[in-house]
């Protein structure tokens, strides 16, 4: 059964703190995406990449967040220093080849930071 | 820009009964695809089914169905034998490149 996976789950960190998220897509998607979801904003597009190389990140605080795909089945996201705004839930979802843009979402980190 | 939006914040149903859930969308586009994500309380996405604006046959599965109106703009999601475990925030979404557009969410309640 393939499905998107991400670590932590649950990640709660005082503020100035590092914060890693990983995200595996599901084998021989192309497209990784990171969103951002609270209450107040809904559902934010952080940062999207293709086959490894970023599409845009305008959706991210560039002083402080930062993307990554290290390799085909690993991206991250790094929150570097951590702030209690950050506080939300982070989906990481990805997208196969072929254009049909459907999106499958990984079951997310909840990240709290006091 | 292309918008989309749901205009029923929530919703309830009985168990057993078919629900309508609306959704409209604003766009110059030609082709497009437009989609419904289903999140429980678990909070994971769930892609509960999907449309291509080309093709004028309604997308169905299983107890899901959707009515695509595409003149209208529309792409409502009728859910039918609604169970308990349909209980969730659903979510309209469009694209015609690689993101997607998400509508601000309806919530349903199923009812035993």
């Known amino acids: 059964d393939a499905r998107v996976t991400q670590t932590p789950r649950h990640k709660v960190t005082e503020m100035g703190q590092e914060v890693t998220m990983r995200c595996q897509p599901i084998l021989g998607h192309n497209t990784v995406f990171w969103y951002r979801q609270t209450m107040m904003q809904g559902l934010e597009l952080l940062a999207y990449f293709r086959n490894r190389a970023p599409l845009d990140d305008s959706g991210m605080p560039k002083d402080r967040f930062s993307a990554e795909m290290p390799d085909a089945t690993l991206a991250t996201l790094k929150i570097q220093p951590s702030e209690p705004r950050d506080s939300a839930v982070y989906f990481c979802a990805s997208g196969p080849r072929g254009g049909s843009y459907e999106q499958y979402f990984g079951p997310g980190t909840r990240l709290t930071v006091t | 820009a292309q918008t989309v939006t749901q205009s029923q914040p929530e919703m309830s149903v009985q168990e057993a009964e078919t629900v309508t859930l609306s959704c409209t969308y604003d766009?110059?586009?030609?082709?497009?695809?437009l989609f419904w994500y289903k999140q429980p309380p678990s909070r994971q996405m769930i892609l509960v089914i999907r449309q291509e604006a080309y093709k004028q046959q309604n997308a169905t599965e299983n107890r899901f169905s959707v009515n695509f109106q595409k003149a209208a703009k529309s792409f409502s999601l009728k859910i039918s034998d609604s169970q308990l475990g349909d209980t969730a925030m659903y979510f309209c979404a469009f694209t015609n490149t690689d993101k997607l557009i998400f509508g601000t969410g309806t919530r349903l309640q199923v009812f035993p």
């Open positions: 766009t110059s586009e030609s082709n497009y695809y």
